[in-house]
């Protein structure tokens, strides 16, 4: 079981510029969970998917983010265009469960994201 | 709204003591509760999970307590190691189908 596995590990870009972190769930999971953490708001859930279909994006900031999930095995979150205040480290996890958090959930180990 | 509180925000021990992590919530309707630890750089590893029908869970040198009445849960560890040095955190999931985390608990074993 490789985990859940997130590219890149760390990411640097400029304002303005496109923004595509990738994840890999745990092969046989049904639910994808996207959050982002920063210092100051610590963990937030940005979206979550079950069976690939997306279930709640209201954590989604704003509309320069976007979330896809074309297969079991793939999920990408966007930004476009990307501002400072967007660096954060971005988490992918997955679970066994559905909507509920009765699966405990696998994280992976984050993509550093940092806009200047 | 609810609310996860964690206290205390760092903490550091000895070696070998016995210590207790807080968690608190500010709703009680919640339908589980977990634990989780973080190293540096690293994602999350859940610890523990409590079912809302339950009162504790046991795994190893931890034991999680949840009382919903209160909005309160423990995380207790028993003869504390370096290896344990993380920082841990508790998350609720609520009647919003969300799981809401607590800022967590810096902790610092030393030798």
């Known amino acids: 079981d490789a985990g859940v596995i997130q590219s890149p590990r760390h990411e640097v870009t400029e304002m303005g510029q496109e923004v595509t972190l990738r994840c890999k769930p745990i092969?046989?999971?049904?639910?994808l969970f996207w959050y982002r953490q920063t210092m100051m708001r610590g963990l937030e859930l940005l979206i979550y998917f079950n069976n690939n279909v997306p279930i709640d994006d209201s954590g989604m900031p704003e509309d320069r983010f976007s979330a896809k999930m074309p297969n079991a095995s793939f999920s990408t979150l966007k930004i476009q265009p990307s501002e400072p205040r967007d660096s954060a480290v971005y988490f992918c996890?997955?679970?066994?469960?559905?909507?509920?958090?009765?699966?405990?959930?696998?994280f992976g180990n984050g993509t550093r994201l940092t806009v200047t | 709204k609810q609310e996860v509180t964690q206290i205390p925000a760092a903490l550091s021990v000895p070696e070998g003591e016995n210590l207790v992590l807080n968690c608190s919530f500010t709703d009680s309707a919640i339908y589980n509760l977990q634990w989780f630890r973080q190293d540096p750089g690293k994602g999350l590893t859940s610890l523990l999970l409590i079912q809302s029908s339950q009162r504790e869970q046991t795994s190893g040198r931890l034991n999680a307590s949840l009382d919903k009445s209160s909005g309160r849960s423990t995380l207790y560890i028993a003869a504390s190691q370096p290896g344990d040095s993380a920082t841990y955190l508790c998350a609720v999931e609520d009647n919003t189908d969300k799981l809401i985390f607590g800022t967590g608990t810096r902790l610092q074993v030393f030798p």
């Open positions: 092969s046989g999971h049904n639910s």
């Open positions: 996890a997955s679970s066994l469960g559905g909507a509920s958090y009765n699966s405990p959930l696998h």
